[in-house]
């Protein structure tokens, strides 16, 4: 849909609007607002449908940021608390182009440890949207030891 306002000086401006969709908030949500938070800047938002199939062929650094241990998705290498990873640098690769993908329980601690390694310029830095809790929802089990 294509709108013009009339500015006060009689000029027209054209604002382009795509299609939105609700997305259970008040209001609408339109798809370029929602890919920004789903890509912040420095790092990438993965569903368990993407990491399901990203783990056979794994080519990426896995850790589990939670805190504290509440269980484990198969093929992590690596548990650094998500407030301590700028600490725990050792325990990461030390190539900043590594891949890495981080998650916890529900996403919120895994995202901000992606934000805080952003800042630390590691550039390929992905986490798991819903964490865990996303992924034994999506039908996957966990490893608990």
């Not at 056979?56 to 850790?63: E, G, I, L, Q, S």
């Not at 996303?134 to 089990?141: E, R, T």
């Amino acid at each position: 849909m294509t709108v013009f306002l009339l500015a006060p000086t009689t000029v027209a401006t054209q604002i382009t609007l795509g299609p939105s969709h609700l997305d259970g908030t008040v209001g609408f949500r339109y798809p370029a607002a929602v890919a920004a938070e789903q890509n912040s800047p420095g790092f990438q938002t993965i569903t368990s449908e993407q990491l399901s199939q990203m783990l056979p062929r794994k080519d990426f650094f896995f850790v589990n940021v939670h805190i504290p241990y509440e269980g484990q998705i198969k093929g992590t290498d690596a548990f650094i608390p998500y407030d301590k990873i700028d600490r725990n640098l050792d325990k990461l690769p030390a190539d900043k182009n590594a891949k890495i993908v981080l998650y916890c329980r529900s996403g919120r601690m895994s995202e901000i440890a992606a934000k805080q390694l952003s800042k630390l310029g590691y550039l390929h830095v992905s986490h798991l949207s819903g964490g865990m809790i996303a992924w034994q929802a999506s039908g996957h089990a966990l490893v608990e030891h």
